[in-house]
């Protein structure tokens, strides 16, 4: 293909778009903020029920739509992408509230150059509406203040969203005040918004009543965006049962609401897994959901009293596969739960309790309930704090489950579910993060026209080790994907995009799947977004779905290609693969270059560079002792910034094949003195025959020790390597010595490497030696 002269503005930047919710049923024109927006053309929803139009470009570092908000759009949390002609965006949010939204009020001071706020006393609050939304910001020694009028009896809720926003490390402190400043509800962190806070009053008497917002420690910014919601909206702290099944019409009770506990009949969604309910009272939605667990299996709840391993002893076994679920309700309540199990099953223990946003740290015990052995313990699963035990049942029979909370707290929200069922095998794959704190970095891809883009997803099979395939929905229009079968050794695999010169620009967001190649299991390709994490803090806030985000873009300023190895890498060979830069007239800048995905056993550099102005990089590449003997599909993926954001573009697959190697051999130890020459015995091991002379070359040895290359033939089985010592080499012993061995295989040559870790001595004149004696 000819390569213009190309001055895109490529990898464009989203910071965040303003306002930052809207609500159902409206039309909120809002305004994307961030760098390289010259060309915005698409905004790419994960959830249903928010359009837009309107799309337009200020500047390259802003852009303007109207988001029009669906009726029934599902309140909360919207993901979203932003497409320009040169790359996608990072994923951002947006938030669907059930209430109008409003905004702090603000005057800019253009004498001092800055913003003031109009709410920073509790003398001055800003007078808000009941059942409303309120967008601010806190920024730093900064207290914001609103005041509503209630009634008494009347329930009220206040609510944030601070660090559910996904933009900056804030922690919101929310409070109520009277008109005495008597606080009458308070809150920091709640956990059922990990770090967000809400409050929630009935309302003692007529009359005004203040709400104080502030980051906990004052140290907010100007991109400590908030929405506050303030209704008459319930908010339950728990739901019970906490567990339901796919499909089914199950009546739920709210409890810790500051009005009461409520009923109400909901049909679940008909996928297992976690489901977020809304509790609605008298029309008027809580500000954000309870969880509540689908599970295919028949669910049992606990039956009191079971706070004694001998109370259980009385209760009948639950048969596997089960759902139990309960609460620790008090200080020390400890939960005891009787199963039955036949010898040799294969069962996993899974608590929920922290996914639920229950309060409980779960503490869970399996005991044989015929000898009261301890079978196994579980506090944390790794870095999640719900508890997972795994085990094979020793013998048929019944088995005690205890359950307590790690600090034996316990309360009313302390809810919980546990799965007791068969180990089932199951897949999954996703993209691996590039970049530490930066889980989006290269999440997205985007394929620039008549040009190529490699990923590599990290697989994880649980209870099979199998072959997969990789599976996929819609493309955009253009587009193609090529990969081989990921045999069960490896973790990960190589997945290559291409993009038609003639391609439209477009994306869409795109379901894959991984296909066991000899059954019908199936699992996603899953994308876990970070959007704020600290170092060893981990994530802060996430989103999860499971669509990747693919774009045809504009055409970028080179290609790369491999040229294909004419022979094989062999164990313990090397190789140098020649990679070519096909670049623009006017592109001249270097391109890093690495090989995103090598196959097991095979070693190669980092990266490597084209530099400026040149057109050719080698990757030196090497293969160990025992790596698996197979072709494989490679390719490289270069970066480079042509001047306005950074491209990455791949080369097309070659094949790498891994063969055995021509010959072995080893060479004994050998001793000398300094100034004696000495012949080294190198013992040969034809493998597979070879034609004509190779050439045997000893390598690192020591300073100003020489051999001189050697011809051998496949039919030699040992020769004598010459080392000439002079007398000026230093004493001491060598460990590291080997022989690298050429073959050639038509006008090509085939590198083995053998021998490795010789060892030469060379010691001293004994003259030297009596002398110094």
């Not at 049923?25 to 359009?51: A, S």
């Not at 089985?717 to 010592?725: D, F, G, N, R, V």
Request: with cysteine; charged share 25%.
């Amino acid at each position: 293909m000819s390569l213009t002269n190309l001055a895109h503005a490529f990898d464009p930047v989203l910071s965040t778009v303003t306002p930052r919710g809207g609500q159902a049923g409206q039309q909120v024109e809002v305004t994307f903020h961030g760098d390289r927006l010259d060309e915005v053309e698409e905004v790419l929803f994960y959830r249903l029920g928010i359009t837009v139009s309107n799309l337009k470009n200020e500047n390259s570092k802003r852009a303007k739509g109207v988001f029009k908000i669906a009726a029934d759009a599902p309140l909360g949390e919207h993901p979203f992408r932003v497409r320009t002609k040169q790359g996608v965006t990072y994923q951002r949010t947006f938030w669907v509230g059930a209430f109008p939204t409003v905004t702090e009020k603000t005057s800019y001071d253009e004498k001092r150059k800055r913003t003031n706020e109009e709410n920073d006393t509790f003398e001055a609050p800003q007078r808000i509406e009941l059942n409303h939304i309120v967008h601010g910001i806190a920024r730093k020694e900064d207290a914001d203040y609103y005041v509503f009028s209630g009634k008494k009896g009347q329930r009220i809720t206040a609510e944030v969203f601070g660090m559910r926003l996904g933009r900056e490390v804030f922690d919101p402190y929310l409070a109520i005040l009277d008109s005495k400043r008597f606080e009458l509800a308070t809150c920091d962190d709640h956990v059922l918004n990990k770090r967000d806070p809400f409050v929630s009053i009935v309302v003692p008497e007529d009359g005004d009543y203040t709400l104080l917002l502030r980051e906990s420690s004052y140290q907010g910014n100007d991109n400590s965006n908030y929405l506050l919601q303030v209704s008459e909206s319930p908010r339950p702290t728990s739901v019970h049962p906490p567990v339901g099944q796919p499909g089914q019409k199950l009546e739920l009770t709210f409890k810790g609401d500051a009005a009461g506990e409520s009923k109400q009949l909901v049909i679940l969604p008909n996928t297992p897994g976690l489901a977020s309910i809304y509790a609605n009272v008298n029309g008027k939605s809580a500000p954000s959901p309870n969880q509540v667990l689908l599970t295919p299996h028949p669910i049992l709840g606990e039956t009191e009293p079971n706070n004694q391993q001998g109370l259980a002893k009385k209760q009948k076994p639950a048969a596997l596969p089960v759902t139990l679920h309960g609460v620790i309700d008090k200080q020390d309540d400890v939960d005891w739960f009787l199963f039955s199990a036949k010898k040799g099953q294969d069962i996993r223990v899974q608590v929920h309790a922290r996914a639920l946003r229950s309060p409980l740290d779960p503490v869970i015990q399996v005991r044989n309930a015929k000898d009261n052995k301890n079978l196994g313990n579980s506090d944390d699963d790794g870095n999640n704090p719900d508890s997972k035990f795994d085990f094979k049942a020793p013998e048929d029979g019944e088995y005690f489950l205890m359950i307590r909370d790690h600090l034996n707290r316990g309360g009313p929200d302390f809810t919980y579910t546990i799965e007791l069922a068969a180990r089932t095998p199951s897949l999954r794959a996703e993209l691996p993060y590039a970049s530490n704190n930066d889980s989006q970095k290269h999440r997205m891809i985007t394929i620039p026209r008549g040009n190529h883009l490699a990923i590599v997803p990290n697989v994880a099979r649980q209870n099979t080790n199998c072959d997969v395939v990789l599976e996929h929905d819609r493309l955009p229009k253009g587009v193609t994907v090529k990969s081989e079968v990921a045999p069960r050794s490896p973790v990960n695999f190589p997945i290559l995009f291409s993009a038609a010169a003639d391609a439209p620009l477009g994306a869409t967001l795109s379901r894959f799947t991984i296909k066991d190649t000899k059954s019908d299991l199936r699992g996603p390709f899953e994308e876990n977004i970070h959007h704020i994490e600290i170092n060893n803090a981990g994530p802060l806030h996430s989103t999860h779905n499971e669509r990747l985000a693919i774009s045809v873009i504009e055409e970028a300023p080179f290609h790369l290609e491999i040229v294909a190895p004419p022979v094989p890498l062999v164990r313990s060979g090397t190789m140098d693969l020649v990679v070519r830069a096909k670049r623009a007239e006017s592109f001249t800048k270097a391109i890093k270059v690495k090989l995103p995905w090598r196959p097991a056993g095979v070693g190669a550099p980092p990266e490597v560079s084209i530099p400026e102005g040149k057109s050719e990089a080698i990757i030196p590449i090497n293969a160990n002792g025992d790596a698996p003997l197979r072709k494989s599909s490679i390719c490289v993926t270069g970066e480079s910034n042509p001047g306005n954001g950074n491209v990455r573009v791949s080369s097309p697959f070659v094949t790498l094949e891994v063969a055995e190697p021509y010959l072995n051999g080893s060479i004994d130890l050998a001793t000398s003195e300094v100034g004696k020459d000495v012949a080294l015995l190198c013992e040969l091991e034809t493998l597979r025959p070879f034609e004509g002379e190779a050439e045997l070359t000893l390598h690192s040895l020591p300073h100003k020790v020489t051999a001189a290359p050697i011809k051998i033939k496949a039919s030699d089985k040992s020769i004598k390597i010459h080392l000439t010592i002079p007398a000026d080499v230093k004493p001491g012993k060598s460990k590291s010595i080997f022989a690298q061995v050429l073959i050639k295989q038509g006008k090509n040559v085939i590198p083995h490497q053998i021998a490795q870790g010789t060892t030469l001595v060379i010691t001293p004149k004994p003259a030297e030696v009596t002398a110094k004696k």
